[in-house]
């Protein structure tokens, strides 16, 4: 077949494509900051037809066929690879897909609704991260904790069930399991990404046993109890993957911050008029509203949106500088790239422009331009904290979940769980072999094969943190970002346009040199 003929095909194809992902976006955005049922419903049926599209076993095999001899230029072959994995994850029987979309729909509705009892009253997520923020009554924390991990058991049957159906999709398409399948489709190599786990695992191990050894002595003086009685409800979260120290402490730095000004003043400064996009955001808290945050484009034209439930903290000033280095990528591509690749090529490099975006708020460079006279070493320590703490939670999660997928019905996941937790953030969760505490993670049912890139993400920040010779808000970053990261979208695998951005591959050594040494 003819380079022509797959240029013909995309002229007529795509046009279908974009406006049904348009359709999709704008019903999300309802259904996200609304949460109505029919907005719900509305987004679940333009879903299946999008779905639909990319299932044509037809255009399939001309889209291989075309593969077999792909077109020279490079956006035109770049298309077609793009289009392959969109078109493989689909390509199952119908009656498969379905069962995995009835099967994604009836859990994501436990989670939404499910509320655990706590000293018989039914409570909310928020509710028990409360107890574990403020109370000290170490009783109290744990019932909170356990009461947490009550969706587990009802759960885990579902995600049994869902992995089983995934496993066979990914067997029928050639893959031994869906995790590689997925891997495979998001251009990753398996064994290069362990080995990446791994290395970070090692080289941060020391640091993090220091870190640990700490924060437990901070733990055992604050509820009063001794080392064996502490567990991962000494947390401040439920999973033991947030920084548990000094958090009314830095809440108070930026107690009276205008968040939403000083993120448009910063961008600014690199040349980005974020105005528009903050006009189009949902910024505050609502009824109905989704409770966490993110960035959508909406049309690839550049309506780019973001949504935010700002309250006067660290971390969402923290959000809200991520959400905004999400949405100025998303407006730095290329004008004249094709629809196809006005993308990010995967989460990673995205994920790592947001991440350095949000970085920003914990250091003394960024805050001390807006909080006069304050000594901000408490922010700074708290940042290293954080992402030692969050890389041993990722490598407990993308560890895990390579088991699930990979081991028999018979293995016990309860426990490989724990050991892993325990191997990884040296919390030990004796007497819970027999819960199902890996099922109470969303993304384990609902966002799979996917936390391994917010770990990628920080290393690609780090890494672009010691490529840049310039403040990180400044007009000459901006140019930087503009042209090396954003301006290409998805017309290289991410791992090339990494290289082509840092000047060699992506590496954890940046990312240990700047947070895995030793604390003081
Ligand atoms: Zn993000």
Redesign the pocket.
């Given at each position: 077949m003819s380079i022509q003929s797959f240029e013909e095909f995309l002229h007529t194809f795509i046009p279908k494509v974009s406006l049904k992902s348009l359709q999709c976006n704008k019903a999300l955005w309802i259904l996200e900051t609304t949460g109505t049922q029919d907005a719900a419903d509305l987004k679940a049926s333009l879903d299946v037809e999008l779905r639909l599209l990319l299932s044509d076993r037809k255009i399939y095999q001309k889209l291989q066929a075309w593969s077999k001899n792909p077109p020279e230029d490079i956006y035109l072959s770049r298309q077609l690879n793009v289009l392959l994995r969109m078109f493989a994850a689909n390509m199952l029987p119908e009656k498969l897909l379905k069962k995995i979309a009835k099967k994604e729909a009836e859990l994501s509705m436990i989670y939404a609704t499910f509320r655990p009892k706590l000293e018989g009253k039914r409570v909310s997520e928020n509710e028990i991260r409360q107890v574990l923020k403020g109370d000290k009554d170490s009783d109290r924390r744990k019932k909170a904790w356990e009461a947490s991990k009550e969706i587990g058991k009802i759960l885990a049957p579902h995600i049994l069930e869902l992995v089983s159906l995934r496993n066979e999709g990914a067997k029928a398409l050639g893959y031994p399991h869906y995790f590689l399948m997925q891997l495979d489709l998001q251009e990753v190599d398996r064994d290069t990404l362990f080995s990446l786990l791994n290395t970070i695992a090692t080289r941060s191990e020391k640091a993090y046993q220091n870190l640990l050894q700490k924060i437990q002595e901070k733990q055992m003086a604050r509820f009063s109890v001794a080392k064996e009685e502490l567990g991962p409800w000494s947390w401040e979260d439920p999973f033991c993957q947030e920084d548990p120290l000094d958090t009314s402490k830095l809440d108070k730095l930026v107690q009276n911050v205008d968040i939403v000004s000083v993120a448009k003043n910063s961008f600014g400064k690199m040349g980005f008029d974020v105005e528009n996009i903050l006009q189009r955001s949902d910024l505050y808290e609502r009824e109905g509203k989704n409770q966490h945050a993110f960035c959508l484009h909406i049309d690839r034209e550049g309506d780019v949106r973001t949504l935010n439930n700002i309250q006067p903290s660290i971390r969402w000033l923290e959000t809200v500088l991520?959400e905004l280095g999400?949405a100025v990528y998303e407006l730095g591509f290329e004008k004249s790239l094709p629809w196809l690749l006005r993308e990010p090529p995967h989460m990673i490099p995205t994920?790592g422009m947001?991440l350095i975006s949000g970085r920003q708020a914990y250091l003394s460079s960024f805050l001390q331009d807006f909080i006069p006279g304050e000594d901000f070493t408490v922010a700074e320590k708290s940042l290293q904290r954080r992402q030692l703490i969050f890389s041993r939670w990722v490598l407990v999660m993308t560890y895990f979940e390579e088991a699930l997928y990979n081991t028999g019905p018979k293995d016990d996941l309860n426990t490989l769980w724990w050991q892993l937790v325990e191997k990884f953030q040296g919390i030990r969760g004796k007497g819970r072999e027999r819960d199902f505490d890996w099922a109470c993670k969303y993304h384990i049912a609902l966002a799979p094969v996917y936390y391994y890139s917010y770990l990628l993400g920080e290393l690609f920040a780090s890494s672009l943190q010691q490529k840049l010779s310039t403040p990180f808000f400044s007009p000459q970053t901006g140019i930087f970002l503009q042209k090396n990261l954003f301006a290409p979208g998805n017309a290289y695998s991410w791992n090339l346009l990494m290289e082509k951005v840092l000047g060699k591959p992506l590496s954890p050594d940046a990312w240990i040199a700047q947070y895995a040494q030793d604390l003081v």
């Amino acid at each position: 077949m003819s380079i022509q003929s797959f240029e013909e095909f995309l002229h007529t194809f795509i046009p279908k494509v974009s406006l049904k992902s348009l359709q999709c976006n704008k019903a999300l955005w309802i259904l996200e900051t609304t949460g109505t049922q029919d907005a719900a419903d509305l987004k679940a049926s333009l879903d299946v037809e999008l779905r639909l599209l990319l299932s044509d076993r037809k255009i399939y095999q001309k889209l291989q066929a075309w593969s077999k001899n792909p077109p020279e230029d490079i956006y035109l072959s770049r298309q077609l690879n793009v289009l392959l994995r969109m078109f493989a994850a689909n390509m199952l029987p119908e009656k498969l897909l379905k069962k995995i979309a009835k099967k994604e729909a009836e859990l994501s509705m436990i989670y939404a609704t499910f509320r655990p009892k706590l000293e018989g009253k039914r409570v909310s997520e928020n509710e028990i991260r409360q107890v574990l923020k403020g109370d000290k009554d170490s009783d109290r924390r744990k019932k909170a904790w356990e009461a947490s991990k009550e969706i587990g058991k009802i759960l885990a049957p579902h995600i049994l069930e869902l992995v089983s159906l995934r496993n066979e999709g990914a067997k029928a398409l050639g893959y031994p399991h869906y995790f590689l399948m997925q891997l495979d489709l998001q251009e990753v190599d398996r064994d290069t990404l362990f080995s990446l786990l791994n290395t970070i695992a090692t080289r941060s191990e020391k640091a993090y046993q220091n870190l640990l050894q700490k924060i437990q002595e901070k733990q055992m003086a604050r509820f009063s109890v001794a080392k064996e009685e502490l567990g991962p409800w000494s947390w401040e979260d439920p999973f033991c993957q947030e920084d548990p120290l000094d958090t009314s402490k830095l809440d108070k730095l930026v107690q009276n911050v205008d968040i939403v000004s000083v993120a448009k003043n910063s961008f600014g400064k690199m040349g980005f008029d974020v105005e528009n996009i903050l006009q189009r955001s949902d910024l505050y808290e609502r009824e109905g509203k989704n409770q966490h945050a993110f960035c959508l484009h909406i049309d690839r034209e550049g309506d780019v949106r973001t949504l935010n439930n700002i309250q006067p903290s660290i971390r969402w000033l923290e959000t809200v500088l991520h959400e905004l280095g999400h949405a100025v990528y998303e407006l730095g591509f290329e004008k004249s790239l094709p629809w196809l690749l006005r993308e990010p090529p995967h989460m990673i490099p995205t994920e790592g422009m947001a991440l350095i975006s949000g970085r920003q708020a914990y250091l003394s460079s960024f805050l001390q331009d807006f909080i006069p006279g304050e000594d901000f070493t408490v922010a700074e320590k708290s940042l290293q904290r954080r992402q030692l703490i969050f890389s041993r939670w990722v490598l407990v999660m993308t560890y895990f979940e390579e088991a699930l997928y990979n081991t028999g019905p018979k293995d016990d996941l309860n426990t490989l769980w724990w050991q892993l937790v325990e191997k990884f953030q040296g919390i030990r969760g004796k007497g819970r072999e027999r819960d199902f505490d890996w099922a109470c993670k969303y993304h384990i049912a609902l966002a799979p094969v996917y936390y391994y890139s917010y770990l990628l993400g920080e290393l690609f920040a780090s890494s672009l943190q010691q490529k840049l010779s310039t403040p990180f808000f400044s007009p000459q970053t901006g140019i930087f970002l503009q042209k090396n990261l954003f301006a290409p979208g998805n017309a290289y695998s991410w791992n090339l346009l990494m290289e082509k951005v840092l000047g060699k591959p992506l590496s954890p050594d940046a990312w240990i040199a700047q947070y895995a040494q030793d604390l003081v």
